[in-house]
Structures are given as C-alpha cells and as structure tokens.
C-alpha cells in the first residue's frame, strides 16, 4: 500500500475521532442519532421501511436502532390504522430536546472550520466532501 494512502487514511481517521470526541456526552450511538435527525427532518410519516431505504442498511439493524430509542423514550412508535403490522416512527419531547442540543454542537463545530478556514477553503472543503459523499453513494 502507498504511503500516500496510509496518510490520507490517517488524516481522515483523525478528523473522524476528532469529530466524534467534539460531540456532547450523548446517550445514544451517532447511528441511532442520525435516525433521529432522519425522523425529525420529514414532512411525512416515517416508516421502518423508510428509514432502511435512505440509510441503505437492512431492516433489522432498523428494529434495533428503533428499539433501542424507543426504550430510551426518544421515540415511540404509532401503530397503522389499516395495517397492525405496521406503524410509522415520532420523535417525542424527549427525542426534540437531545435533538436541539445536539443540534446546536453541531453547527458550533461547524462554525468552528468555517471562522477557522476562512470562507474560500470552508467553501472548497464543503464542495470536496459532497464529491466524495456522491463518490462513496455510488460504490456501494
């Protein structure tokens, strides 16, 4: 393997533990969330089958994340009125309260590049990571 490669992994790896080490003692994986955020961002009623589809991951990692908010009372889960089988996802007050504190550490680390960048780099930096988001959609 190259060493330009190990190093961008490096440098990558860093700015990935520097990030999550940024973020408030939370009571919940960034996984479940970013479910959360998911839930709280629609317009409509959200499905399992929704929340499966947009993350690109199976349906049982789904219930677990679901279960696991649900349990911690950040969620809860509205059962259908046609189908009892199925139900859609709401966040509650609890769920909105981790949401808008989390929220706002976000946009302070955000922020934070932005001032430290200075407006032309945050930009280029901003426009490089949607490339390597779409990059990164497509190979999966």
Same mark, same amino acid.
């Given at each position: &393997?190259?060493?330009?490669?190990?190093?961008?992994?490096?440098?990558?790896? &860093?700015?990935? %533990?520097? *990030? &999550?080490?940024?973020?408030?003692?939370? #009571?919940?994986?960034?996984?479940?969330?970013?479910?959360?955020?998911? $839930?709280?961002?629609?317009?409509?009623? +959200?499905?399992?089958?929704?929340?499966?589809?947009?993350?690109?991951?199976?349906?049982?990692?789904?219930?677990?994340?679901?279960?696991?908010? +649900?349990?911690?009372?950040?969620? *809860?889960? %509205? *059962? #259908?009125?046609?189908?009892? %089988?199925?139900?859609?996802?709401?966040?509650?007050?609890?769920?909105?309260?981790?949401?808008?504190?989390?929220?706002?550490?976000? $946009? *302070?680390?955000?922020?934070?590049?932005?001032?430290?960048?200075?407006?032309?780099?945050?930009?280029?930096?901003?426009?490089?990571?949607?490339?390597?988001?779409?990059?990164?959609?497509?190979?999966?």
């Amino acid at each position: &393997m190259s060493e330009d490669l190990l190093y961008s992994a490096d440098i990558i790896g &860093m700015f990935c %533990r520097l *990030k &999550m080490n940024a973020k408030s003692d939370s #009571s919940i994986r960034s996984s479940e969330m970013a479910v959360l955020i998911f $839930i709280q961002k629609q317009n409509a009623s +959200v499905t399992p089958s929704m929340v499966s589809d947009f993350f690109k991951i199976a349906k049982p990692s789904v219930t677990s994340m679901v279960n696991a908010l +649900v349990d911690k009372e950040y969620l *809860k889960k %509205r *059962k #259908s009125e046609t189908d009892k %089988r199925s139900y859609t996802l709401e966040v509650t007050e609890a769920g909105q309260k981790l949401l808008d504190t989390t929220f706002d550490d976000y $946009i *302070k680390t955000v922020e934070t590049l932005k001032n430290e960048m200075g407006v032309d780099d945050f930009c280029t930096f901003i426009g490089l990571m949607e490339k390597a988001n779409t990059i990164l959609e497509k190979a999966d």
